[in-house]
């Protein structure tokens, strides 16, 4: 039905172009970026605008591509998206972790660790009411969850691919980090579903950076995490683990409903872990810009009080000036700013219970290579809880360990651990990075995206 819509939409513009090859009139053109403000010259290109994705066209995905520095049409294509829910995958995957610009003042800055070095990437603000992306029917804001997420990627994916039709038997590689450990399995299974009938889409694999794949463990490493990192004593640690563990919190805060036991429980973790400190890099030292808030979302005790030391926010200065938005094709509807994350979506926060590790097992058992990996310093998505859950998806799938656990480099130092089962389902850490992993280790970051594109076990030496 989907697909019906879009050819029906697309016909009138095919027929006023046809005998006519020219790139200029493809339905694409008028979604090339010419320069954006402030960008140093580059020999990709860049496009950005909407795809609607229902019947009544309320509802409109914003997107920005950009193209793989050399010889696109031979290199993957890569959908990235950033969790939240409610984050904006173009302000925080394209402009300050894996995008090839980051704004800096008035101008861009190349990012010398793009991932558009290897692949063409693709940034979607997803679902309604996050980034550039709107509905113009207001209640679509409310009863959004992973379900009608997962419908709306998937038909932006296909008519994507009638704006992009170049693209359409690339190899596609679904990437994202955080709740896009929900976003990214749900889009791939309705991928796979939709192959079973019309083989229609190349998916060749998947990777997920710091992703919530499974509510308790996943919230449950936290107490251990916190400890071993100093950021809470052996008293509180015990009442973090067996008075009120953290996913009985998130789950009893979820449902207005939070208990004296987990009421206290939490307000002792946050007194000893303080304020002060990073909990996307328990390393750093507090500076915590827009950008790395969509784990705010997901961690519901950190962000009632927003510490902003950071005086200048890059990307939300950048994306909010009238010519950016502009040469971006971007409108803002029904929201007086752009915002790293949404204030106007209503995610249902239940969903964050589902769990998706099951997904990522049955689309192993499709031939699908799938990459979880963790930046090392992240407490709220602890490497701890994505390991175990990777391990024991391996042995409920019944692979075998390929490559045992063991260091991996990037130049002559440590780039983190990795361990493989089956040749097809991995697990890697990146040594000194955060909940954004390209973002604080980008070159680390790159080499690890290089090696999963590739299929190649991450560099074993220097
Ligand atoms: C994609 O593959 C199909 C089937 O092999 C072929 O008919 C079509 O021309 C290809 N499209 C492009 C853009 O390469
Ligand atoms: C966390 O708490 C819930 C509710 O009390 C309990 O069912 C669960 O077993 C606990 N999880 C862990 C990992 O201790
Ligand atoms: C995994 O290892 C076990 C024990 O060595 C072996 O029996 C089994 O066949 C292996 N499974 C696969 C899928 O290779």
């Known amino acids: ?150 419908k709306d990627n998937l038909v932006f994916l296909q008519r994507w691919f009638l704006r992009f039709p170049q693209y359409r038997n690339s190899s596609l590689f679904i990437t994202g980090e955080s709740y896009a450990g929900h976003y990214v399995p749900q889009l791939a299974k309705l991928i796979i579903q939709l192959n079973k009938k019309e083989r229609s889409i190349n998916l060749k694999g998947v990777a997920l950076g710091n992703p919530l794949l499974e509510f308790a463990t996943d919230y449950n490493s936290r107490a251990e995490y916190f400890w071993s990192h100093g ?24 449902r207005d409903s939070v208990s004296s036991i987990c009421s206290r429980a939490m307000s002792q973790v946050n007194k000893e872990s303080s304020r002060f400190v990073d909990k996307y890099d328990v390393t750093l030292d507090v500076c915590i810009p827009s950008v790395l808030s969509q784990s705010k979302i997901i961690a519901p005790q950190q962000n009632s009080e927003r510490i902003d030391v950071c005086v200048e926010d890059e990307i939300v200065n950048y994306l909010n000036r009238r010519d950016v938005q502009k040469a971006l094709h971007a409108k803002l509807v029904g929201v007086r700013r752009w915002d790293v994350c949404s204030n106007i979506l209503d995610y249902d926060m239940l969903d964050l219970e589902i769990p998706t590790i099951s997904i990522i097992g049955s689309l192993i058992k499709e031939q699908i290579p799938v990459l979880i990996y963790s930046g ?32 991996w480099f990037e130049g002559q130092q440590v780039g983190g651990w990795t361990q493989v089962y089956g040749n097809i389902l991995s697990f890697a850490t990146i040594r000194g990075a955060s909940h954004e992993a390209p973002f604080s280790q980008p070159q680390r970051s790159f080499v690890l995206f290089k090696s999963f594109l590739d299929a190649r076990p991450l560099p074993l030496e220097f």
């Not at 992240?378 to 409920?396: C, N, Q, Y």
């Open 1 to 150: 039905m989907a697909m019906a819509a879009a050819a029906l939409f697309l016909l009138p513009l095919l027929s006023c172009f046809i005998g006519t090859i020219q790139s200029s009139l493809l339905p694409q053109h008028t979604d090339k970026i010419t320069h954006l403000p402030g960008q140093p010259l580059v020999q990709f290109q860049q496009f950005s605008g909407y795809v609607n994705v229902d019947q009544n066209n309320q509802k409109a995905l914003f997107y920005y591509f950009v193209e793989a520095e050399i010889d696109p049409t031979s290199k993957p294509l890569v959908l990235w998206l950033n969790g939240g829910p409610g984050c904006s995958s173009i302000g925080v995957g394209a402009f300050s972790e894996n995008g090839p610009f980051r704004p800096n003042g008035q101008i861009l800055l190349r990012n010398e660790f793009s991932w558009n070095k290897e692949a063409n990437m693709l940034y979607l603000d997803t679902p309604v009411g996050v980034g550039f992306s709107y509905s113009t029917g207001k209640s679509s804001y409310q009863t959004v969850n992973d379900e009608i997420t997962a």
């Open 231 to 254: 950021l809470i004593s052996d008293s509180t640690y015990n009442l973090f683990t067996f008075g009120c563990n953290y996913s009985r919190y998130v789950s009893e805060y979820y």
């Open 376 to 407: 090392d310093q992240d407490s709220v998505i602890p490497l701890t809880g994505s390991r175990t859950l990777v391990h024991r998806l391996a042995k409920e799938v019944g692979l075998n360990t390929t490559v045992p656990y063991r260091v």
